[in-house]
């Protein structure tokens, strides 16, 4: 299928749903390739159910919606990940990246707003991305290290040690924070980990689901405050709160992103300003970071 290019400032892009123009993106001309490279954010949980997917694909779509480069990269299949969330049924994914059956030019399918998006696998095989898995994807992922702006890691919902390995990878990991008790809980366990077992100096919070902005900050204080018990030096940042919204659920339903369908629905407004923030951040490069999955120039330098 021969697909028209979007004329927007950034220039490229493909019809949703349809084969990527993400091989355009390899060799940029001029010299923004060696102004920067792509910043690599993971979204993580500590279980399941917090509404981390939703969070990470809404986020990568409003990215492309102010002509950022963004990359939503699909690590947690289900029956409702991140890529069918968008309507999208692929039958290539990330797995056959990391068999070598193809490469990441032949998976990747382009999403609204000229948003490039890796599908996850099965729905039937859990998400675990151990540490060969990710030297693979580092290899597949080099070409395009400096055509993005942003890629975006939805990363499996649990706290397995290769999780919280691709989580702390990042160059901006955030961490899911609901006000249920258990979902409370399970973000401290995750963030307890990500500080003491791999001393990450800076952990963002996202807090959902609450019922406005007051009460986010109320949460992330308290949460803050558990915390501080072990955090040492690791630094907590509230980058955000997105309240309950009903139509995140009816979008969801209707195999849509709330930010797509409903634009003017509080969620979408929160995440749009999110997104924002998260782009108007200097966010540093991690060892390894400005490549991919913090693997490329521990493992592969050069």
């Given at each position: 299928?021969?697909?028209?290019?979007?004329?927007?400032?950034?220039?490229?892009?493909?019809?949703?749903?349809?084969?990527?123009?993400?091989?355009?993106?390899t060799?940029?001309?001029g010299?923004?390739?060696?102004?920067?490279?792509?910043?690599?954010?993971s979204?993580?949980?500590?279980?399941?159910?917090?509404?981390?997917?939703?969070?990470?694909?809404?986020?990568?779509?409003?990215?492309?919606?102010?002509?950022?480069?963004?990359?939503?990269?699909?690590?947690?299949?289900?029956?409702l990940?991140?890529?069918?969330?968008?309507?999208?049924?692929?039958h290539?994914?990330?797995?056959?990246?990391?068999?070598?059956?193809?490469?990441?030019?032949?998976?990747?399918?382009?999403?609204?707003?000229?948003?490039?998006?890796?599908?996850?696998?099965?729905?039937?095989v859990?998400?675990?991305?151990?540490?060969?898995?990710?030297?693979?994807?580092?290899?597949?992922f080099?070409?395009?290290?400096?055509?993005?702006?942003?890629?975006?890691?939805?990363?499996?919902?649990?706290?397995?040690?290769?999780?919280?390995?691709?989580?702390?990878?990042?160059?901006?990991?955030?961490?899911?924070?609901?006000?249920?008790?258990?979902?409370?809980?399970?973000?401290?366990?995750?963030?307890?980990?990500?500080?003491?077992?791999?001393?990450?100096?800076?952990?963002?919070?996202?807090?959902?689901?609450?019922?406005?902005?007051?009460?986010?900050r109320?949460?992330?204080?308290?949460?803050?405050?558990?915390?501080?018990?072990?955090?040492?030096?690791?630094?907590?940042?509230?980058?955000?709160?997105?309240?309950?919204?009903?139509?995140?659920?009816?979008?969801?339903?209707?195999?849509?992103?709330?930010?797509?369908?409903?634009?003017n629905?509080?969620?979408?407004?929160?995440?749009?300003?999110?997104?924002?923030?998260?782009?108007?951040?200097?966010?540093?490069?991690?060892?390894?970071?400005?490549?991919?999955?913090?693997?490329?120039?521990?493992?592969?330098?050069?």
């Amino acid at each position: 299928m021969t697909l028209a290019y979007r004329t927007d400032a950034l220039g490229f892009a493909g019809q949703a749903g349809g084969p990527s123009h993400l091989a355009g993106l390899t060799d940029l001309p001029g010299s923004w390739g060696q102004q920067r490279s792509a910043r690599t954010i993971s979204i993580a949980c500590g279980r399941s159910g917090v509404g981390k997917t939703t969070i990470a694909a809404n986020i990568a779509l409003c990215l492309s919606k102010m002509h950022r480069r963004a990359m939503l990269v699909d690590c947690d299949p289900g029956p409702l990940d991140a890529t069918r969330s968008m309507g999208f049924d692929p039958h290539e994914s990330i797995d056959d990246v990391i068999g070598g059956r193809l490469t990441v030019d032949q998976i990747v399918v382009d999403g609204p707003e000229a948003l490039f998006v890796v599908p996850a696998g099965p729905t039937d095989v859990a998400g675990h991305i151990d540490l060969a898995a990710r030297l693979k994807l580092a290899d597949a992922f080099r070409p395009h290290r400096r055509s993005l702006d942003f890629v975006i890691v939805d990363t499996p919902g649990s706290g397995d040690p290769d999780t919280l390995d691709m989580v702390a990878s990042a160059d901006l990991p955030i961490v899911v924070l609901a006000p249920d008790s258990e979902r409370f809980m399970d973000a401290y366990g995750t963030v307890k980990l990500l500080a003491l077992d791999h001393d990450l100096a800076d952990i963002s919070i996202v807090t959902n689901r609450t019922a406005d902005d007051a009460m986010g900050r109320e949460l992330f204080r308290r949460f803050r405050d558990v915390a501080s018990r072990f955090l040492g030096h690791t630094m907590l940042n509230h980058l955000g709160n997105i309240p309950h919204d009903e139509r995140v659920r009816t979008a969801a339903a209707r195999r849509r992103l709330v930010v797509d369908q409903y634009p003017n629905a509080r969620a979408a407004q929160a995440m749009t300003q999110l997104a924002r923030t998260i782009d108007s951040m200097a966010i540093p490069a991690t060892t390894g970071g400005d490549s991919f999955f913090g693997m490329e120039a521990v493992f592969r330098a050069g």
